[in-house]
Each structure stands twice: as structure tokens, then as C-alpha cells.
């Protein structure tokens, strides 16, 4: 399951949207794999396709993909050195896919600012120094070790000591980690390292909710979006207030007329969800049927067996091909049956790369 962390500075609003987040959970009964600890948060990912298509097919419940959340509060200034939660929640981190980083761009003399005042761009290079310096302390802490190994000539470890070396001497020089080029060689094992600040990364402005409508009208926002912008990063305007008003809404239409009331078209963390998705190149296949319709989320370039391994790996091993079906090609022909008369049903080998929206049906030896 994707797993994004929360980062950020005290009082800049993470425990209000992650309150809201726990809030729009979903049932712990349809993802027994989601783990029960008060700094996960797990919600659905929501998908418009799901509803067409559990019509189509008459499914009997809908099972949309589900993202984690995690709360790594308390990432203060020294918080590296052991000064604020220190390294125990740091490894926490470096378990997560992507960082979202909340920043707080609203004003309120009332909420404390740790630092004095509002400004995102201070506020965010504290938090990315933190984690620049939690890295180079395990970096420090792993080259001894592989040095032993050198000695033996472990290729695989000259490999990690040439990137961590990299790594080092960038942050060092003041550098960004995510800068530097690998080799394919140092790229497969880098990932393997979890390093922070080599992960994606997404900025989410927390905004007062007068300012939602118009988030350009906050100078604060345009800082971090000018910011953003010079390194490829998004930013998301989201009010965290907002989001846990709408979390306490069960009804979907009056959720949809209260965020109108905002000039918004979505929650901030459906936005929030869909970038997180976009970053890391994620998309969705389903499967349908009488009992259920459901999503399921895979790295775009899979093949079909590694994709029907996702559902079961006893799907992978005996995959033999996958009846395949486009979601737009499907609701062009308005059901199954006319979509396989007008030759829209293929069908797929081993070398096929799914889609975004392919609505697969895996045959396998067992
Ligand atoms: P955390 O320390 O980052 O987890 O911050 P909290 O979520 O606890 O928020 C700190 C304070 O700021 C709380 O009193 C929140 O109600 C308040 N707060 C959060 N978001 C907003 C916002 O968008 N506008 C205003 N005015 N207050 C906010």
C-alpha cells in the first residue's frame, strides 16, 4: 500500500489534517493488512470509475485502493541530534513512499508560531535540513561497516559506498541529494536505502479557509508555490480546518455542497491523494464482477503477470494471459457483451503493459 508521511513544524496544523484523515478512514474489515496504530491513518482512494462500473457489472460491494497516512510529528529543529523525538521516529519515516510536508501559510496572532512568524520557506528548509542530517548520520554510521566489506571486493557494497559517498559529500556542500545522477547500478541499490531526502516530496499549504477560494491572494502561498516551482515540487493549497470539517460530514452530497460553499471542487486531500499518485507514477486496474468491482494500484510499466501478482502471487506464477478491457473503450460500448462484439475484449500475454484503467481478467494455471 503507498504510504505517505506528514512532516512538519509544531503548530503549523498536521494534527488538525491528520485528525481528518483518521476521521475519513476507512472500514478496517474490507483492508485487514491496514496496521492499528494511532500514527497510520489509512483512507480510500476515491474513484469515480468504481461507481460505472460496479453499475455495469451489478458487483455486489466496490473495494477502491486504500492509501496510508503517517503522522511523524515532532520533527523540531536538533530533532536529528536526538533533541526532539529523535532517530526512533525518524526511522518511522523512512519506511514512507512520499513526504508531504505542511506548511503553514495561514496568519493567527492566537496558534504560536515555534519560530516567531509565519514564513513557509524557513519553515521548510529546517524540515528538509533535519532530514538532510538524519541521513548523513546513517550514512556515517553504514560506510564504516561497508568499508569491512570492500575489503573483501563485495561489489555490491563498493556500489552502495560510491552513492552514499555522493550523497555525503552533497549534503556537506550544502547540496540537494536529489540533484545528484546515479548509475542504474547505484540507482536500484539507493532505493533500498531509504534515504529522506531522497524521496518524493509534496508541499501542502495550510491556508486560513478565506483564503481557499483565491489561494494566489496569500503571499505566503505564492513564496512556496515560487519555491516549489525551482524544484519541481507541487504545491497543494488546502485548509487543514476545512479538511476536518468535511471529514465530520458523512453525507457525500452535502461534503460536495459544503466545499462548493469554499469554491472547491474536491477535499484538499483527494488532491492531496491524486499528486501523491502522480508522483510516484501510480495507477489502477480493476477487476469486476458479480461480487465485487474493486482498484488496485501498481507502478505504471508492470506487466500483466507482475500486476496479477498484486491480487495473489499464485496469479503471477501461473499466469497464462489476462482478458483485458479499457475502461473508456467499456463505457463507449455500455457493457461487457457489446464491448467484446465490437472486438474490445483482448487478449493479453505475458509481455503486456497495463494500463491506467484496464479492467483485467486474469487466467492462470494453478
Ligand atoms: P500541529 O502541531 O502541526 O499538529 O498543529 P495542530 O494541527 O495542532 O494546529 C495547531 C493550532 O493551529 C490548532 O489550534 C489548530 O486549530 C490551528 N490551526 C490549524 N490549521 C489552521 C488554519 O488553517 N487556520 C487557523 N486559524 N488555525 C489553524
Known amino acids: 500500500m503507498l504510504s505517505i508521511g506528514i512532516v512538519g513544524l509544531p503548530n503549523v496544523g498536521k494534527s488538525t489534517l491528520f485528525n481528518a484523515i483518521t476521521n475519513s478512514g476507512v472500514l478496517a474489515a ?8 494511532p500514527n497510520v491513518g489509512v483512507v480510500q482512494v476515491n474513484d469515480d470509475r468504481l461507481e460505472n462500473l460496479a453499475k455495469i457489472y451489478k458487483s455486489a460491494k466496490i473495494i477502491p485502493t486504500a492509501i496510508e ?3 511523524i510529528a515532532g520533527l523540531v529543529k536538533g530533532a536529528s541530534k536526538g ?11 523512512r519506511q514512507v513512499d512520499a513526504i508531504a510536508h505542511v506548511i503553514r501559510c495561514f496568519e493567527d496572532t492566537n496558534i504560536t508560531h515555534v519560530e516567531g512568524r509565519v514564513d513557509p520557506i524557513r519553515d521548510l528548509e529546517i524540515i528538509e535540513m533535519e532530514l538532510r542530517l538524519a541521513d548523513l548520520e546513517s550514512i556515517e554510521k553504514r560506510l564504516p561497516r561497508l568499508e569491512k566489506m570492500l575489503k573483501v571486493k563485495n561489489a555490491e557494497a563498493m556500489v552502495e559506498a560510491s552513492a552514499l559517498t555522493k550523497v555525503k559529500t552533497m549534503i556537506e556542500t550544502d547540496g540537494r541529494p536529489s540533484d545528484l545522477d546515479f548509475s542504474d547500478e547505484e540507482k ?6 531509504n534515504l529522506l531526502s531522497l524521496k518524493q516530496n509534496l508541499y501542502i499549504a495550510n491556508l486560513a479557509d478565506t483564503d481557499l477560494a483565491n489561494p494566489t491572494a496569500n503571499n505566503h502561498f505564492n513564496a512556496l508555490v515560487e519555491k516549489g516551482k525551482s524544484l519541481g515540487i507541487d504545491v497543494i493549497p488546502i485548509s487543514a480546518q476545512v479538511e476536518y470539517e468535511i471529514s465530520t460530514i458523512e453525507d457525500k452530497e452535502e461534503q460536495t455542497i459544503f466545499l462548493e460553499s469554499y469554491g472547491l471542487k474536491e477535499s484538499g486531500l483527494d488532491s492531496v491523494i ?4 502522480e508522483i510516484l507514477g501510480l495507477k489502477t486496474y480493476f477487476t469486476c464482477g458479480p461480487q465485487e468491482t474493486r482498484a488496485w494500484t501498481f507502478v505504471a510499466g508492470t506487466k500483466a503477470p507482475q500486476a496479477a501478482g498484486i491480487i495473489h502471487t499464485d496469479f503471477e506464477k501461473g499466469f497464462i494471459k489476462a482478458e483485458t478491457l479499457s475502461y473508456d473503450d467499456l ?18 500475454g505475458k509481455d503486456y503493459v497495463v494500463q491506467d484503467g484496464d ?3 486474469f487466467r492462470f494455471n494453478v
Not at 491524486?274 to 499518485?277: H, P, S, V
Not at 463505457?331 to 483482448?346: D, L, Q, T
Open 30 to 37: 474490507n483492508y485487514p493488512f491496514a496496521t492499528i496504530d
Open 69 to 71: 497516512f503517517i503522522d
Open 83 to 93: 533533541e526532539g523525538l529523535g532517530n526512533q521516529f525518524l526511522s518511522h519515516i
Open 188 to 193: 536500484k541499490i539507493v532505493k533500498n536505502l
Open 274 to 277: 491524486k499528486k501523491g499518485y
Open 331 to 348: 463505457m463507449a460500448c455500455g457493457s461487457p457483451v457489446a464491448a467484446k462484439e465490437k472486438g474490445k475484449v483482448r487478449l493479453e
Open 359 to 361: 479492467i483485467m481478467h
